[in-house]
């Protein structure tokens, strides 16, 4: 029972790290029909980020946790003016071209400048220890992180159903000329919106980094896994995305401990779980028609 | 003008003729692969308007069986590339059948999703793909001859990468092909019309996965070695690039971009320059901003220009 318990606290984890990511790509796609190619090279750089700001400013784990995602934030603002932009009137297909020519580019010169190995970074000081629950004890870092996933969400989640702002977003997401006939100005919220989405795929880049090692790979094998997410929830579904995370990082969590012995099984059962998706729903598990394009 | 397509295709052949002669035959050879596969991915994105991201699956699904073949039973090399472009067809049916539910960026996620599968599947199958160390001195052999060298193995190939691409011309001037292009310009048009969309798009895929698979045999047989490379999602965007650089939607563009970016990976590689990927991103993303048309797109409107200003 602690075992599973503790298999299970593991699968949420992970399931907080696609979901941050899987949140940021679905808000982007909600407003500007992009999906990100580059996202997961985001996640890697927001690692990175933090690895730099402690081994050449002495910064720590904190100051990384505020100062990285604004920076990949303005930095993915600056891009989405610079290129992105150009390409909203042509076929979604472009953008998604776009995206992975970027991720090439971004992962090549990490790739130069540091090479391949991963680098260790070490848990933050005061949450290097565990935290006795008592069922069993749980490292504190990964229920630090899980707390702060969960939280991100919730706020994502009432920033778009509460505020004025998010009126906006979720109405240009689904009808963009109806909004615009109302006289909203809907173009002046894509680049902050697309900012946002970017800062959180930076944000869980660091809280990755001192849980799995930082390597300029790290970030391409994952974005895969939450595409299949994404398709899995429903990519017009924020609340799909989230909710298929969770649900995704369970799965291989309990695949991974009940399967050790079969590795494969723990690395597709995403995949085999989005093929039964769209074997009987197509759009998705809480995605919608129109947003099926 | 009549004589324009004759001619052009008489200086294609010319040029694949004189290929190994101007360049590295281990190069030349490489650039026939590519094409194939660059035409496989423009058959379904240019005339189907579906952008797979998940061809590595068929490339490398039939490098392996090709080499497994070759290995296993000694066949000459054309027989062990065809039952590797079928092994890739095979398992392009149920792949495809998942994927053309969906259209646009969803069937690209799809695909790739699916290609991430087949390449961990490959990666844990060690007994079968040898894992790291790849499979290792594939065979090459054709009755009597001796291919080892890469200039007479480019003349052997040649006919095989030929049937592929007049296959594929084929297949987009028949009748087929026409409904294909209907279904990408208007689907609902083409639903209406009594076609059944999703089964066109489903033979589409699974023509496009043998004409990459015929690719991926050669490639395997060209390097005589067969890694998990071929199966990551690296490879299914070079092809990608090389159609998008080439053109989209026009044939000709898959052999312009293959002969460039292997030339110019190739050329890379020989200056010490191990960023290969900082490269051919920055050409991808200035295409994809500056030129969208691609090379050979590009000179067909420049040429269907020129008359008009005469008169």
């Not at chain 1, 020519?101 to 933050?124: C, E, F, H, N």
């Not at chain 1, 702002?165 to 000329?177: I, K, L, N, Q, S």
């Not at chain 1, 399967?259 to 690395?267: G, L, N």
Request: hydrophobic letters at 60%; one cysteine or more.
């Amino acid at each position: 029972m602690t075992g599973f318990l503790q298999n299970t606290f593991n699968g949420l984890v992970s399931g907080a790290f696609l979901a941050l990511l899987a949140l940021g790509l679905a808000v982007i796609f909600g407003m500007l029909r992009v999906v990100n190619f580059a996202h997961g090279t985001v996640y890697m750089l927001g690692a990175f980020g933090a690895y730099v700001l402690l081994d050449s400013a002495g910064l720590p784990f904190w100051w990384a946790l505020l100062i990285v995602p604004v920076v990949l934030g303005v930095g993915g603002m600056v891009l989405e003016r610079a290129f992105i932009h150009r390409l909203t009137r042509l076929d979604p297909l472009y953008n998604f071209l776009l995206t992975f020519g970027l991720a090439l580019i971004l992962q090549d010169l990490v790739k130069w400048r540091y090479g391949v190995q991963s680098t260790p970074y070490a848990t933050p000081s005061g949450l290097d220890g565990t935290l006795d629950l008592g069922l069993f004890d749980f490292p504190a870092y990964r229920v630090f992180v899980l707390g702060f996933a969960v939280a991100a969400c919730v706020a994502v989640w009432l920033v778009l159903a509460r505020t004025r702002v998010g009126v906006v977003v979720r109405a240009a997401t689904e009808r963009p000329d109806l909004t615009r006939a109302l006289g909203i100005d809907v173009g002046r919220w894509i680049t902050p919106v697309f900012g946002f989405g970017v800062a959180l795929a930076g944000l869980a880049g660091v809280l990755a980094a001192p849980m799995r090692a930082v390597n300029p790979l790290m970030g391409s094998d994952l974005i895969i896994v939450v595409f299949a997410v994404v398709v899995i929830g429903g990519l017009g579904s924020v609340f799909g995305s989230v909710a298929a995370a969770f649900a995704i990082g369970l799965v291989q969590a309990w695949g991974e401990a009940y399967a050790s012995h079969w590795p494969i099984v723990a690395q597709i059962t995403v995949f085999v779980v989005m093929a039964a998706v769209l074997l009987w729903r197509p759009t998705g598990l809480f995605g919608r028609e129109e947003m099926a394009a | 003008m009549r004589w324009v397509r004759p001619a052009l295709a008489a200086a294609g052949l010319a040029v694949a003729l004189w290929l190994p002669n101007g360049l590295y035959p281990a190069v030349a050879v490489e650039i026939l692969c590519w094409v194939l596969f660059a035409v496989a991915v423009d058959l379904l994105l240019g005339y189907t308007g579906l952008l797979s991201f998940g061809h590595a699956a068929f490339w490398g699904t039939s490098a392996y069986v090709t080499g497994l073949v070759a290995i296993g039973s000694g066949w000459p090399f054309p027989l062990a590339v065809l039952a590797g472009a079928l092994a890739a067809a095979a398992l392009a049916l149920p792949i495809g059948y998942l994927a053309v539910k969906r259209t646009g960026i969803y069937f690209a996620m799809v695909t790739l999703a699916f290609a991430q599968m087949v390449y961990y599947i490959a990666n844990e199958w060690r007994s079968v793909t040898r894992g790291e160390n790849g499979l290792q001195d594939v065979p090459r052999t054709l009755g009597g001859l001796d291919l080892s060298d890469a200039y007479w193995f480019y003349y052997a190939a040649l006919p095989l990468v030929l049937l592929g691409v007049l296959a594929a011309w084929r297949i987009v001037h028949s009748p087929f092909g026409r409904v294909l292009v209907a279904v990408r310009d208007n689907p609902a048009r083409a639903r209406a019309l009594g076609y059944p969309v999703h089964r066109y798009k489903l033979l589409a895929f699974v023509l496009s996965a043998f004409l990459a698979g015929l690719g991926g045999g050669l490639f395997a047989m060209a390097h005589r070695f067969v890694s998990l490379d071929t199966l990551h999602w690296t490879t299914s965007g070079k092809a990608v690039i090389i159609v998008v650089l080439g053109g989209i939607g026009t044939l000709w563009g898959g052999a312009v971009g293959s002969a460039l970016v292997v030339r110019l990976e190739d050329w890379l590689a020989f200056s010490g320059f191990e960023q290969v990927g900082l490269v051919t991103g920055a050409v991808f993303v200035l295409t994809v901003l500056l030129f969208r048309r691609g090379i050979w797109g590009s000179l067909a409107q420049l040429a269907a220009r020129l008359p008009k200003r005469q008169g």
